[in-house]
């Protein structure tokens, strides 16, 4: 398994398949972008079927053993199972989707060999969703979650970005989760450095201490030093130790999981990233922040991905902490980052959205 300098080993990666959505979230910077009437053949900017596996083939050599197949929205893609069915055998797969259109796909996705899948899931409140996400699709989302466990992909783990129009519904989420057997929530911090808008963050500090006060039992989780906020339905009577199986892990009947994504000004997140992204394009990335060290990988050959992979490895570099330097009580970036970046402007694609940092 290939490590950068920091000694952060490459276990996973996240694979986006198309920049096109059918959604405009208000938080994102690059949703609700091209044709989006409904899957279809990957566009002429967009990596193969071939392209994407070949890639996976490549790293699993490395020992990577996980894949994240992200977008836009990935189920715009039609072949998206046939490039499930074809990743290596020893990939765990897992999918992020607004979930629209998983009604009448999430049984043939599991029969490709997909093992998890997390659901946008910004909010209860129909009008809410519909003014974060510019798109009147709840129920639609709703139905794909609920496909998505009749298929068999339980815990569903609902992403839910938290900003200023979304923080009062957080309460809700957290009972939702509680009361309905398969779900979990991960609560994700607003990234204004991609976003924008910094006036629509809020203090991710206070929900941490929100959940703790509610949670019947907490446990912390060596990815990100992430803590498990466990929460029992309102009225249950279940608390501790109560929850704890004869194994000591948690049963998952008696209480809902929630956690909280925080990258935000947080070098520990950082230090703990352990993923290497790749865009619709064909550019590998090592940080989901920056957008100069995208390595375009030629023509694709299975040479020019091992030579590319290793080099977007050996120079991945934690956002904060090491490209985001504390001076002062403000972030800055390290002046010795700022000349030379190997991608510089030349390759200006992101296609990623804030809430792509989940697990």
């Not at 949703?31 to 193969?48: F, N």
């Not at 064909?282 to 940080?287: D, I, N, S, T, V």
């Not at 922040?289 to 995208?294: A, E, G, I, P, W």
Request: negative net charge; contains cysteine.
């Amino acid at each position: 398994m290939l490590a950068d300098e920091f000694g952060r080993e490459v276990s996973g990666v996240r694979v986006s398949l198309t920049d096109r959505c059918n959604f405009d979230c208000v938080y994102c910077h690059n949703e609700g972008l091209g044709d989006t009437r409904g899957p279809m053949a990957p566009r002429e900017h967009e990596m193969s079927t071939d392209d994407v596996v070949r890639f996976l083939e490549v790293v699993a050599e490395f020992g990577v053993d996980s894949v994240k197949f992200t977008g836009g929205e990935p189920l715009l893609r039609d072949d998206l199972e046939e490039i499930v069915a074809r990743t290596p055998d020893e990939m765990e797969v897992s999918l992020t989707t607004n979930g629209t259109m998983l009604p009448g796909r999430a049984a043939d996705l599991v029969d490709a060999g997909l093992e998890r899948v997390n659901v946008s899931q910004d909010a209860l409140d129909e009008e809410t969703f519909k003014q974060v996400t510019q798109a009147a699709a709840y129920d639609a989302v709703m139905d794909g979650v609920d496909a998505a466990l009749s298929a068999g992909l339980a815990p569903v783990k609902l992403n839910m970005v938290v900003f200023e129009r979304t923080a009062g519904y957080v309460p809700e989420m957290v009972e939702h989760v509680a009361e309905n057997e398969g779900l979990r929530l991960q609560l994700i911090e607003y990234m204004p450095e991609i976003a924008g808008h910094p006036e629509w963050a809020i203090d991710i500090g206070r929900v941490h201490d929100w959940l703790a006060e509610q949670a019947d039992h907490v446990e912390r989780r060596e990815m990100h030093d992430r803590k498990r906020y466990w929460v029992t339905p309102e009225g249950s009577g279940l608390a501790g130790d109560d929850l704890l199986g004869d194994d000591g892990a948690v049963d998952e009947s008696k209480a809902g999981m929630v956690e909280i994504v925080d990258p935000v000004e947080n070098p520990t997140f950082c230090a703990n990233c352990h993923r290497v992204r790749v865009t619709h394009e064909g550019y590998l990335k090592g940080c989901l922040n920056r957008n100069d060290d995208l390595r375009p990988m030629g023509e694709m050959t299975r040479g020019e991905i091992r030579e590319t992979f290793r080099e977007t490895v050996a120079n991945r570099v934690p956002f904060y902490g090491e490209y985001m330097v504390e001076e002062d009580g403000e972030w800055v970036v390290d002046e010795k980052y700022l000349d030379g970046a190997a991608g510089g402007d030349a390759y200006p694609s992101v296609d990623e959205a804030p809430a792509e940092t989940d697990d």
